[in-house]
C-alpha cells in the first residue's frame, strides 16, 4: 500500500508502522451524521437518522471499501462527501479533506477537480451532451498549451480503458453498459483528482466488465490516488481493496485489512463482521445467529445490534460503543479482543 508521509502533527496513529513513516489520510471522517426531515402531518417535523456517529480514514495509495446490505444508506457517505445530498438533509461531525474542513465551499471548489464521483448508474452521463464533451469539458483547457496536454491525456485514457477513438462524438444512449461504465471511470482519470469516490460502480454489468472496472479503481490507487469503494459486494470489495469498512445501521462497525478476511474468520473483531464472513458462499452461507433486528440509530441507546450478538452484556444496552484500534484495525464494539 503506498501511504504517503507527512509532518508528524498531521499524522495519524497506525499500528504496525514506525512513527517517522505513519501515514497521513487524504479523506477523514469523523462522528459523520447524516438525517432528514421531513413533515409527518401539518406543520410537524421529525427527523429520520440514516447515518450516525461513522468514522474512516482513506489513504492516498488505497483502496477502501465500505461494505454492507444494499439500501442501508452507504450511498449517503459519497454524497455527503460530494456535497450532493438533498436540501432537507441535516448533517453534524467533521469530513476533512488534506487535512482541510471539508465545507460547502470547499465540496463546490473541488468536487470534479479534486474529488471525483463515479456513481452507480450510468444515468449520471448527461444525455444531451456528447461523451467528448463529459470526457474532457471546455472549461478545463482555457489555454492552448492545456489543451495539448488534455488532448495527450485522452488519447491516453481512450487507450488505456479500450475506448473507441470516435467515441467522443457519440451521445450515451448509443454506449453499451460496459462502454458506459468505462466513460465514468475515465471522466475520473482525466480530472485529475487525487480522491476518486465509486459508489457501487458495478450494479447490472457482465462479470467481465466488474471485473475490468475493478481493475482500473486498483490502477488508480496503484498511482498514487485514494480510492473509496462502496460496495454491496464484499467478494469484490475483498478481490481489489486494502482494507475494508463494515457498515451497518448507520455506521461502521469494523475496519479491517483485507488478510483478515480469512479461513473461519478469527482474526476479525466485530461479531457481525465475523457473521457476514462465514454467511458467505465459500464459507458454507453459515447462518448469523437467532436474535432481533438490529435497532435503527435513533431507537439504539446502546450498541445497534446488541439485540442481535452473541457476546451482549447489559453495558452493550446503555451505552454505544466507540471506535477503537485494536490488533492492526478499527472497532466499534465493548468485548472485541
Same mark, same amino acid.
Given at each position: 500500500?503506498?501511504?504517503?508521509?507527512?509532518?508528524?502533527?498531521?499524522?495519524?496513529?497506525?499500528?504496525?508502522?514506525?512513527?517517522?513513516?505513519?501515514?497521513?489520510?487524504?479523506?477523514?471522517?469523523?462522528?459523520?451524521?447524516?438525517?432528514?426531515?421531513?413533515?409527518?402531518?401539518?406543520l410537524q417535523k421529525s427527523k429520520i437518522t440514516a447515518i450516525q456517529d461513522m468514522d474512516l480514514e482513506v489513504y492516498p495509495?488505497?483502496?477502501?471499501?465500505?461494505?454492507?446490505?444494499?439500501?442501508?444508506?452507504?450511498?449517503?457517505?459519497?454524497?455527503?462527501?460530494?456535497?450532493?445530498?438533498?436540501?432537507?438533509?441535516?448533517?453534524?461531525?467533521?469530513?476533512?479533506?488534506?487535512?482541510?474542513?471539508?465545507?460547502?465551499?470547499?465540496?463546490?471548489?473541488?468536487?470534479?477537480?479534486?474529488?471525483?464521483?463515479?456513481?452507480?448508474?450510468?444515468?449520471?452521463?448527461?444525455?444531451? +451532451? /456528447?461523451?467528448?464533451? @463529459? %470526457?474532457?469539458?471546455? $472549461? *478545463?483547457?482555457?489555454?492552448?498549451?492545456?489543451?495539448?496536454?488534455? &488532448? #495527450?491525456?485522452?488519447?491516453?485514457?481512450?487507450?488505456?480503458?479500450?475506448?473507441?477513438?470516435?467515441?467522443?462524438?457519440?451521445?450515451?444512449?448509443?454506449?453499451?453498459?460496459?462502454?458506459?461504465?468505462?466513460?465514468?471511470?475515465?471522466?475520473?482519470?482525466?480530472?485529475?483528482?487525487?480522491?476518486?469516490?465509486?459508489?457501487?460502480?458495478?450494479?447490472?454489468?457482465?462479470?467481465?466488465?466488474?471485473?475490468?472496472? +475493478? /481493475?482500473?479503481?486498483? @490502477? %488508480?490507487?496503484?498511482? $498514487? *490516488?485514494?480510492?473509496?469503494?462502496?460496495?454491496?459486494?464484499?467478494? &469484490? #470489495?475483498?478481490?481489489?481493496?486494502?482494507?475494508?469498512?463494515?457498515?451497518?445501521?448507520?455506521?461502521?462497525?469494523?475496519?479491517?485489512?483485507?488478510?483478515?478476511?480469512?479461513?473461519?474468520?478469527?482474526?476479525?473483531?466485530?461479531?457481525?463482521?465475523?457473521?457476514?464472513?462465514?454467511?458467505?458462499?465459500?464459507?458454507?452461507?453459515?447462518?448469523?445467529?437467532?436474535?432481533?433486528?438490529?435497532?435503527l440509530p435513533e431507537e439504539a441507546a446502546g450498541c445497534w445490534l446488541e439485540k442481535r450478538c452473541p457476546i451482549s452484556s447489559?453495558?452493550?444496552a446503555a451505552q454505544k460503543p466507540v471506535m477503537r484500534m485494536l490488533r492492526g484495525g478499527k472497532v466499534r464494539c465493548h468485548?472485541?479482543?
Open positions: 500500500m503506498a501511504y504517503s508521509t507527512a509532518a508528524a502533527a498531521d499524522r495519524v496513529q497506525v499500528p504496525g508502522w514506525p512513527d517517522e513513516k505513519q501515514p497521513v489520510p487524504l479523506l477523514t471522517v469523523e462522528g459523520l451524521q447524516v438525517a432528514f426531515e421531513q413533515y409527518t402531518g401539518g495509495g488505497e483502496v477502501l471499501a465500505v461494505v454492507g446490505a444494499s439500501g442501508s444508506g452507504k450511498s449517503l457517505l459519497a454524497h455527503a462527501i460530494l456535497g450532493i445530498l438533498p436540501p432537507n438533509a441535516v448533517t453534524g461531525g467533521a469530513i476533512c479533506y488534506a487535512g482541510q474542513p471539508l465545507d460547502a465551499r470547499q465540496q463546490d471548489r473541488l468536487r470534479g477537480r479534486e474529488i471525483a464521483l463515479i456513481p452507480q448508474s450510468v444515468n449520471f452521463l448527461n444525455p444531451l +451532451l /456528447r461523451v467528448g464533451e @463529459q %470526457l474532457l469539458p471546455p $472549461g *478545463r483547457t482555457p489555454v492552448a498549451e492545456q489543451r495539448e496536454r488534455a &488532448a #495527450a491525456a485522452l488519447r491516453e485514457v481512450l487507450q488505456r480503458y479500450q475506448l473507441p477513438a470516435n467515441i467522443g462524438r457519440y451521445y450515451p444512449f448509443q454506449l453499451s453498459g460496459g462502454l458506459a461504465r468505462r466513460v465514468l471511470v475515465g471522466t475520473a482519470v482525466l480530472s485529475e483528482a487525487r480522491l476518486i469516490v465509486a459508489d457501487e460502480p458495478t450494479p447490472g454489468l457482465h462479470s467481465s466488465v466488474v471485473q475490468e472496472t +475493478l /481493475r482500473h479503481l486498483r @490502477q %488508480l490507487a496503484d498511482g $498514487g *490516488r485514494a480510492v473509496l469503494l462502496i460496495t454491496h459486494d464484499i467478494e &469484490a #470489495a475483498l478481490a481489489v481493496a486494502d482494507r475494508l469498512a463494515v457498515f451497518y445501521a448507520g455506521t461502521v462497525l469494523e475496519i479491517a485489512p483485507v488478510d483478515d478476511f480469512d479461513g473461519s474468520g478469527e482474526a476479525l473483531r466485530h461479531p457481525y463482521s465475523k457473521a457476514l464472513w462465514r454467511a458467505l458462499p465459500q464459507n458454507d452461507f453459515a447462518a448469523p445467529g437467532e436474535g432481533g433486528a438490529a435497532l447489559p453495558r452493550c468485548h472485541a479482543t
